[in-house]
């Protein structure tokens, strides 16, 4: 596949995000794009209120690209990209929403999701014998 189909497929994942963060995940498509452009993106869904963006493989570049536009999404209504809080139904659904899509739910204390950054030597580099680790 060519690297302009490959932009393609990756940009149509958008369809199965909220409205409100479409342009986010455009914006950060064509930089990882311009970075890497046989990176191939194998999810993109809203949880727990979040935009989250899986890639087939991962570089430094592209995941602080993804990193940045996922934490992005909880500051962005997902119906309508207005300025928003992440926000919670009584029942436990979350959602990212401003005050105008905010019926039926209050701000969240705080987010169901841990954010965690493993960083792990590659295994190619990884060398037990080697004293200088
Ligand atoms: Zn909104």
């Known amino acids: 596949m060519t690297e302009e189909g490959k ?3 990756n940009l149509c994942w958008a ?4 409205m409100g963060w479409q342009p ?3 914006s950060l498509i064509r930089k990882i794009f311009a970075v890497d452009p046989l990176a191939r993106v ?3 869904k809203e949880k727990f209120g979040e935009m989250r963006v899986y ?4 570089n430094e570049a592209v995941f602080a690209l993804v990193d940045v536009a996922n934490a992005k999404s909880r500051t962005i209504c997902q119906m309508c990209g207005g300025r928003a809080v992440l926000s919670r139904t009584a ?5 990212t929403v401003c005050s105008n899509h905010a019926d ?3 701000p969240a204390t705080s987010s169901p999701l841990r954010h965690v950054r493993m960083v792990v030597p590659k295994s190619d580099l ?3 014998d080697r004293d200088d680790w």
Do not use: K
């Open 24 to 26: 986010l995940y455009e």
């Open 55 to 58: 890639m087939a493989e991962y």
């Open 91 to 95: 029942d436990g659904f979350f959602a």
């Open 42 to 44: 194998v999810d993109a």
């Open 15 to 18: 369809i199965g995000l909220p």
């Open 126 to 128: 990884w060398n037990p």
């Open 104 to 106: 039926g739910y209050l």
């Open 7 to 9: 932009l393609r497929e």
